[in-house]
């Protein structure tokens, strides 16, 4: 899979279809064996930016087993780069593919992030769309010091074969880098604001819009005063880093990295 791993602005992506994904996924959850689990991160084009200020998350993405490509800001990189991406993977829509696999196959799962009503949303969700699938525990992402060490702990003693942690960039993928070692888990996905969706608390942008890369409209107007940065100055700043790196001499990105709006 190597070959098809490509980095966007220094940042890990694996441009692979939805198929060669789960296939991976499916290997990474069945073999739990007492090695340190998986690691399954998405990025778009806010966790990309806050990858380049934050060379600690950049990181913990490099080093991931598996990072999927999400938001047409990507697709668009790829095209400016003459790699397109094949597949847009973001983990609200890939997440419910991995638990449907999981009750087919009678894996576990643990649920960590969210707020306390927006996770206990989320399970009602998952009970009732997911009948088989077998959740073996959950909590909440607001954790003192005290709960976490006894979070790890629950985890360990429910040994989960996948655990989605949904604290959102950079937390959860930090987490899961500084953990991983600790956790007698098969895989870990870093699913963002999926709890949020399969609660309810975000609504969807409807199918339309999804599949034509429109759904960040959708989201900003849902809450245009937290995506404004996302929309009106991280997006344009990304798209304008990747034609720079594509068509400006090195040399002279020096120089516009350091004096002008790219710094």
């Known amino acids: 899979m190597r070959e098809r791993t490509m980095f966007i602005l220094g940042v890990r992506v694996d441009n692979v279809t939805s198929q060669t994904a789960m296939a991976l996924l499916k290997v990474f959850a069945s073999h ?15 966790s990309i930016q806050s990858a380049r200020r934050d060379h600690e998350l950049m990181s913990c993405v490099n080093s991931a087993d598996l990072v999927l490509p999400d938001g047409s800001g990507l ?33 576990t799962v643990y649920l960590l992030g969210a707020r306390p009503r927006v996770i206990e949303g989320c399970l009602d969700h998952l009970r009732k769309s997911y009948s088989r699938l077998q959740i073996v525990g959950y909590h909440h992402g607001y954790l003192s010091a005290e709960e976490h060490e006894a ?66 409209l959708f989201r900003f107007f849902q809450d245009p005063a937290g995506k404004w940065n996302r929309v009106f100055v991280e997006i344009p700043v990304f798209l304008g880093r990747v034609a720079a790196r594509r068509f400006i001499p090195r040399p002279l990105q020096q120089f516009i990295y350091r004096t002008l709006i790219f710094r």
Request: charged residues 20%; contains cysteine; aromatic residues 10%.
């Open 151 to 216: 979070v790890i702990e629950d985890i360990n003693s429910k040994r989960p074969d996948i655990l989605l942690v949904a604290f959102g960039t950079p937390t959860q993928e930090k987490w899961i880098a500084h953990n991983a070692r600790n956790l007698n888990v098969g895989v870990c996905l870093a699913v963002g604001g999926l709890f949020d969706f399969l609660s309810g608390a975000i609504v969807r942008a409807p199918i339309w819009m999804r599949r034509s890369g429109m759904e960040w």
């Open 75 to 107: 697709k668009i990189a790829g095209k400016i780069f003459g790699t397109p991406i094949i597949e847009n993977l973001n983990g609200t829509d890939f997440s419910p593919k991995v638990l449907r696999y999981a009750e087919s196959r009678g894996l």
């Open 32 to 46: 739990h064996n007492g090695s340190n689990p998986r690691k399954v991160f998405f990025v778009n084009v806010h």
